[in-house]
């Protein structure tokens, strides 16, 4: 249900622009659209920077890790390099090749934006800092980020390119297989919960370090590190990296894309890649509780703890194969969060909650 | 966990993954040891090859040359060019002196077989262009490159001075540039065209 | 409902390609992402380089071995000085023989941080390729003190070599080789034992001893199949036989053993570049040879053990100043004819991984 919305759902900020406008006596459904696309805007402006902060901080991660300075050249050790790149991208031409499917070829890059953005309807970035509380908060997001598998398929298909098309393929195939693990290793969370609202599960865990799941449940750490690696997959980054592993299919799916079409893909994969780690936070890190500083300010910087291990992934590991990579989410982890779930289901079973 | 190995195997692999983790980890805290290449530069070796230069008399600022063209024939890729006729008292002199930067492939044979300091190798290798004709230097071009190049003399220093002045009258210059001229020929130069280590 | 379908499809890897090193091409027939056959085409760095040296003089001829295999150019002017040395019957002094020794073994490491270094980022490691580098420039380092070059020495010459080394240089490569076996275990922790890395290597692209020697492969490749044979042993040249060092063999021939060979290869020539360091005489450095010598009539095969096998050069001779034929022989020729008889029948990552393990480099097979 898009609207009527409440004004007490929102944040105080459009609670006020809602009650400015309802004021004026604009019509319902204009309402709700005038405010919603604020906050749509919002969310985009905001996630963008992140993404392009991301870009900078993970190059800067890597630099030092292979003791280089990295980007050092725009402001203050190169801070915003990524936003110039980005300025240059845009401005480049837009190379298309001939034998392309035209319409798949648009859209793919837009689908596999869109698709990253959707998750932060529910994603709440502080208290009360959430767009929609939508009471299946964490199906949802589950939902909308596997909606990046069917862009890299898309994308794959329609550069007719051999190259893209197996790229593609290994996307789809990497994706489902590591969907059921992630979901697996949520659900344990969730059966402690009770509830699929992001804010509830969040609620859940206040009051203090050991109240946090990873802490608090026995199987937390199991389920974090199943998580972990699940979600490292979904947002295809090294070692699960397989649909665009440079070395091996020169860029995957986006080989054919140039300009402001491969800035989709490439801010989308970082988009991706903090959505996994912010889930990871709300689901095991407590989200936004912590002590002095502002909600908000725990949970970013928690969620940055969770983006600088999967980068240390990335920087230090070596890629797996793409059969090994069926076989690990099939044979392993699949067993192993299973396994995890009949313990939580145990447990709640028996009442031994502490 | 990875090839299918039993239960142990699991955290004797997650052991070694960490250990992975904790040696990139460790170089994160450490300072970089590259360069910001423009504003930063290493200081070359003193023998490091770059761009060839022609080297001038440090107290005459003449062009150590002597026409023997040495250089010119042990270059493998012929990017020397020399043009010296020979003038009525059978004297060399030189007119033209041309590098080819685009040809030369810094191999330093030209540097060893001359036995009259008249052109070294410098340390010299910031000299990319867009255009590559800019890559074609003449004698000029290659003096003013060599002019503060150091350099150890391996002339014989019995030169007698009032000798030398004689000939650069009679040479004439190619542009305005007053010293574009050679010193007196030397014709044992070609004699001594085997001895070209220098210890 | 109709019976699926499945067609194999061509894929054409290189020549602009990340994990070809350099310009190779491989038309691959596929099955979805399996190799069923490899096809290699080669030639596009081919710079006629035998024909250039049939038009210079013997030591002009040393600068253009350089650009023949680039990562251990010192190889490349060891085998041909020795094969004009040869034909000539000219007499190395004893220091220049260990300042070959010194350059030779210490390309030989550079040549292997390189192979690490490249092998970790085709399989998809980043990080290991800028440690093996950092290392390497340590030894370009010592190589641009000595002949004033990084990549194009032209330091071993006819008769001895180009220059003595510099007064700091001992104390300096003394200082490099103790870092690198310092940071051997930081490049051990980071791949050796990483399960990763393990099931990408291990039991992959097998390469029959058999096979290997049929298709003429040598160096590290055929010792990771178990065939002890090593140029610098077996055919003894410069001054190897002076100090104590062994081969390293493996047996299984699979992608791990070529990747540890090298490690041990560091370690075997770090052992050597100290003791000829330690034993390095006083004297000459060159014997007397005019640039523009003519050696006799006739014609010699001159070999030396490179970090890719066998390093071979003929030379036929007319007693001319210019070698009437030259002939080179790369070991990465013959690693890349036999690619094809045992890199089959993998995934399309595998044959990166295959392709990194044999140390390939395009100008030794192109020439």
């Given at each position: 249900?898009?609207?009527?919305?409440?004004?007490?759902?929102?944040?105080?900020?459009?609670?006020?622009?809602?009650?400015?406008?309802?004021?004026?006596?604009?019509?319902?459904?204009?309402?709700?659209?005038?405010?919603?696309?604020f906050?749509?805007?919002?969310?985009?402006?905001?996630?963008?920077?992140?993404?392009?902060?991301?870009?900078?901080?993970?190059r800067?991660?890597?630099?030092?890790?292979?003791?280089?300075?990295?980007?050092?050249?725009?402001?203050w050790?190169g801070?915003?390099?990524?936003?110039?790149?980005?300025?240059?991208?845009?401005?480049?031409?837009?190379?298309?090749?001939?034998?392309?499917?035209?319409?798949?070829?648009?859209?793919?890059?837009?689908?596999?934006?869109?698709?990253?953005?959707?998750?932060?309807?529910?994603?709440?970035?502080?208290?009360?800092?959430?767009?929609?509380?939508?009471?299946?908060?964490?199906?949802?997001?589950?939902?909308?980020?596997?909606?990046?598998?069917?862009?890299?398929?898309?994308?794959?298909?329609?550069?007719?390119?051999?190259?893209?098309?197996?790229?593609?393929?290994?996307?789809?195939?990497?994706?489902?297989?590591?969907?059921?693990?992630?979901?697996?290793?949520?659900?344990?969370v969730?059966?402690?919960?009770?509830?699929?609202?992001?804010?509830?599960?969040?609620?859940?865990?206040?009051?203090?370090?050991?109240?946090?799941?990873?802490?608090?449940?026995?199987?937390?750490?199991?389920?974090?590190?199943?998580?972990?690696?699940?979600?490292?997959?979904?947002?295809?980054?090294?070692?699960?990296?397989?649909?665009?592993?440079?070395?091996?299919?020169?860029?995957?799916?986006?080989?054919?894309?140039?300009g402001?079409?491969?800035a989709?893909?490439?801010l989308?994969?970082?988009?991706?890649?903090?959505t996994?780690?912010?889930i990871?936070?709300?689901?095991f890190?407590?989200?936004?509780?912590?002590?002095?500083?502002?909600?908000w300010?725990?949970?970013?910087?928690?969620?940055f703890?969770?983006?600088?291990?999967?980068?240390?992934?990335?920087?230090t590991?070596?890629?797996?194969?793409?059969?090994?990579?069926?076989?690990?989410?099939?044979?392993f982890?699949?067993?192993?969060?299973?396994?995890?779930?009949?313990?939580?289901?145990?447990f709640?079973?028996?009442?031994?909650?502490? | 966990?990875?090839?299918?190995?039993?239960?142990?195997?699991?955290?004797?692999?997650?052991?070694?993954?960490?250990?992975?983790?904790?040696?990139?980890?460790?170089?994160?805290?450490?300072?970089?040891?590259?360069?910001?290449?423009?504003?930063?530069?290493?200081t070359?070796?003193?023998?490091?090859?770059?761009?060839v230069?022609?080297?001038?008399?440090?107290?005459?600022g003449?062009l150590?040359?002597?026409?023997?063209?040495?250089?010119?024939?042990?270059?493998?890729?012929?990017?020397?060019?020399?043009?010296?006729?020979?003038?009525?008292?059978?004297?060399?002199?030189?007119?033209?002196?041309?590098?080819?930067?685009?040809?030369?492939?810094?191999?330093?044979?030209?540097?060893?077989?001359?036995?009259?300091?008249?052109?070294?190798?410098?340390?010299?290798?910031?000299?990319?262009?867009?255009?590559?004709?800019?890559?074609?230097?003449?004698?000029?071009?290659?003096?003013?490159?060599?002019?503060?190049?150091?350099?150890?003399?391996?002339?014989?220093?019995?030169?007698?001075?009032p000798?030398?002045?004689?000939?650069?009258?009679?040479a004439?210059?190619?542009?305005?540039?007053?010293?574009?001229?050679?010193?007196?020929?030397?014709?044992?130069?070609?004699?001594?065209?085997?001895?070209?280590?220098?210890? | 409902?109709?019976?699926?379908?499945?067609?194999?499809?061509?894929?054409n890897?290189?020549?602009?390609?990340?994990?070809?090193?350099?310009?190779?091409?491989?038309?691959?027939?596929?099955?979805?992402?399996?190799?069923?056959?490899?096809?290699?085409?080669?030639?596009?760095?081919?710079?006629?380089?035998?024909?250039?040296?049939?038009?210079?003089?013997?030591?002009?001829c040393?600068?253009?071995?350089?650009?023949?295999?680039?990562?251990t150019?010192?190889?490349?002017?060891?085998?041909?000085?020795?094969?004009?040395?040869?034909?000539?019957?000219?007499?190395?002094p004893?220091?220049?023989?260990?300042?070959?020794?010194?350059?030779?073994?210490?390309?030989?490491?550079?040549?292997?941080?390189?192979?690490?270094?490249?092998?970790?980022?085709?399989?998809?490691a980043?990080?290991?390729?800028?440690?093996?580098?950092?290392?390497?420039?340590?030894?370009?380092?010592?190589?641009e003190?000595?002949?004033g070059?990084?990549?194009?020495?032209?330091?071993?010459?006819?008769?001895?070599?180009?220059?003595?080394?510099?007064?700091?240089?001992?104390?300096?490569?003394?200082?490099?080789?103790?870092?690198?076996?310092?940071?051997?275990?930081?490049?051990?922790?980071?791949?050796?034992?990483?399960?990763i890395?393990?099931?990408?290597?291990?039991?992959v692209?097998?390469?029959?001893?058999?096979?290997?020697?049929?298709?003429?492969?040598s160096?590290?490749?055929l010792?990771?199949?178990?065939?002890?044979?090593?140029?610098?042993?077996?055919?003894?040249?410069?001054?190897?036989?002076?100090f104590?060092?062994?081969?390293?063999?493996?047996?299984?021939?699979?992608?791990f053993?070529?990747?540890?060979?090298?490690?041990?290869?560091i370690?075997?020539?770090?052992?050597?570049?100290?003791?000829a360091?330690?034993?390095?005489?006083?004297?000459?450095?060159?014997?007397?040879?005019?640039?523009?010598?003519?050696?006799?009539?006739?014609?010699?095969?001159?070999?030396?053990?490179n970090?890719?096998?066998?390093?071979?050069?003929?030379?036929?001779?007319?007693?001319?100043?210019?070698?009437?034929?030259?002939?080179?022989?790369?070991?990465?020729?013959?690693?890349?004819?036999?690619?094809?008889?045992?890199?089959?029948?993998?995934f399309?990552?595998?044959?990166v991984?295959?392709?990194?393990?044999?140390?390939?480099?395009?100008?030794?097979?192109?020439?």
């Open positions: 249900m898009i609207w009527p919305i409440a004004s007490a759902e929102l944040l105080p900020l459009f609670s006020y622009l809602y009650e400015l406008l309802e004021s004026t006596g604009l019509p319902q459904p204009w309402l709700a659209v005038v405010v919603y696309t906050l749509a805007a919002l969310v985009f402006g905001v996630l963008s920077l992140l993404a392009l902060f991301l870009v900078w901080w993970e800067k991660i890597a630099a030092h890790i292979q003791q280089r300075f990295g980007p050092m050249r725009h402001g050790h801070w915003y390099q990524t936003i110039m790149d980005a300025v240059k991208l845009l401005q480049k031409e837009d190379i298309r090749v001939a034998t392309r499917d035209k319409t798949v070829f648009f859209w793919a890059p837009v689908v596999c934006f869109v698709a990253a953005f959707l998750a932060y309807v529910t994603i709440p970035f502080g208290e009360g800092l959430i767009v929609a509380d939508l009471n299946i908060g964490i199906l949802y997001i589950m939902a909308v980020t596997t909606f990046t598998v069917i862009s890299l398929l898309m994308a794959g298909w329609g550069s007719n390119n051999k190259y893209a098309l197996l790229g593609g393929m290994r996307s789809a195939a990497q994706v489902v297989s590591y969907e059921v693990p992630m979901v697996a290793s949520i659900l344990v969730v059966l402690f919960v009770g509830s699929l609202s992001m804010v509830d599960i969040v609620q859940a865990q206040a009051g203090g370090i050991w109240n946090w799941y990873i802490f608090r449940l026995p199987y937390g750490p199991i389920a974090f590190c199943t998580y972990i690696i699940a979600a490292t997959a979904e947002a295809n980054r090294t070692p699960f990296d397989i649909p665009e592993a440079e070395q091996e299919l020169v860029a995957g799916f986006n080989v054919e894309y140039s402001m079409k491969f989709m893909f490439f989308a994969e970082f988009v991706n890649a903090f996994v780690s912010a990871a936070v709300i689901l890190f407590g989200g936004w509780h912590g002590a002095l500083l502002p909600s300010m725990w949970f970013l910087g928690k969620t703890g969770i983006v600088l291990l999967l980068m240390l992934f990335r920087w590991y070596p890629r797996l194969r793409v059969d090994q990579l069926m076989e690990f989410s099939w044979k982890l699949v067993p192993v969060t299973f396994a995890n779930i009949i313990i939580a289901a145990w709640k079973y028996a009442g031994w909650y502490w | 966990m990875l090839d299918g190995t039993g239960s142990m195997g699991v955290f004797k692999d997650i052991k070694n993954l960490l250990i992975g983790m904790r040696i990139t980890g460790k170089h994160l805290g450490r300072h970089a040891i590259t360069l910001q290449y423009p504003e930063q530069k290493w070359m070796p003193e023998r490091s090859r770059g761009v230069v022609l080297l001038s008399d440090k107290e005459t003449e150590n040359c002597t026409s023997c063209m040495l250089c010119m024939r042990a270059c493998p890729t012929a990017a020397i060019e020399i043009d010296a006729p020979r003038g009525e008292d059978k004297k060399r002199t030189l007119k033209v002196f041309n590098v080819d930067n685009a040809l030369c492939c810094y191999c330093g044979l030209c540097e060893e077989a001359c036995n009259f300091s008249a052109l070294k190798m410098a340390t010299m290798y910031e000299y990319s262009t867009p255009n590559k004709g800019d890559l074609f230097w003449d004698m000029k071009k290659l003096q003013e490159a060599g002019r503060d190049v150091p350099y150890e003399d391996k002339r014989k220093k019995k030169k007698a001075k000798v030398e002045a004689a000939p650069i009258n009679e004439t210059p190619v542009k305005e540039d007053t010293k574009t001229d050679s010193p007196p020929p030397d014709d044992k130069a070609s004699d001594t065209a085997g001895k070209e280590d220098e210890g | 409902m109709p019976e699926l379908r499945t067609e194999e499809f061509q894929i890897m290189g020549p602009h390609h990340p994990s070809t090193h350099g310009v190779c091409r491989l038309i691959l027939t596929m099955d979805g992402e399996k190799i069923v056959k490899i096809e290699p085409v080669i030639g596009y760095l081919h710079r006629a380089l035998e024909k250039i040296c049939e038009n210079r003089t013997y030591a002009q040393i600068p253009v071995t350089d650009r023949f295999e680039y990562v150019a010192m190889s490349c002017n060891q085998v041909f000085s020795m094969a004009a040395e040869r034909l000539a019957g000219i007499e190395v004893e220091r220049a023989e260990y300042l070959r020794v010194i350059m030779l073994e210490l390309n030989r490491i550079a040549s292997h941080l390189i192979f690490y270094g490249v092998t970790a980022m085709d399989l998809g980043l990080t290991p390729f800028l440690y093996g580098l950092r290392e390497r420039e340590a030894i370009i380092d010592l190589f003190m000595t002949c070059q990084r990549l194009t020495y032209n330091y071993i010459r006819v008769g001895g070599v180009a220059r003595d080394i510099p007064k700091e240089f001992i104390p300096k490569c003394h200082e490099a080789l103790d870092t690198i076996t310092e940071k051997m275990s930081d490049y051990e922790g980071l791949l050796n034992e990483n399960p890395w393990l099931v990408r290597t291990k039991g692209g097998v390469m029959p001893a058999k096979l290997g020697i049929d298709y003429g492969v160096g590290p490749v010792r990771a199949s178990g065939v002890d044979y090593d140029i610098r042993r077996d055919d003894p040249y410069s001054i190897y036989d002076k104590d060092w062994k081969p390293s063999v493996r047996q299984n021939g699979d992608c053993d070529r990747y540890l060979i090298r490690l041990d290869e370690k075997q020539s770090i052992k050597i570049v100290k003791q360091l330690d034993g390095l005489p006083e004297g000459d450095i060159k014997a007397k040879v005019s640039p523009n010598f003519k050696p006799p009539a006739g014609e010699v095969y001159a070999r030396v053990e970090s890719r096998g066998e390093l071979g050069i003929y030379i036929q001779s007319d007693g001319g100043k210019k070698p009437l034929r030259v002939k080179m022989r790369g070991g990465s020729y013959c690693q890349l004819q036999a690619l094809p008889y045992f890199g089959t029948d993998c399309i990552a595998d044959l991984a295959i392709f990194a393990t044999l140390d390939i480099i395009l100008p030794e097979v192109d020439r």
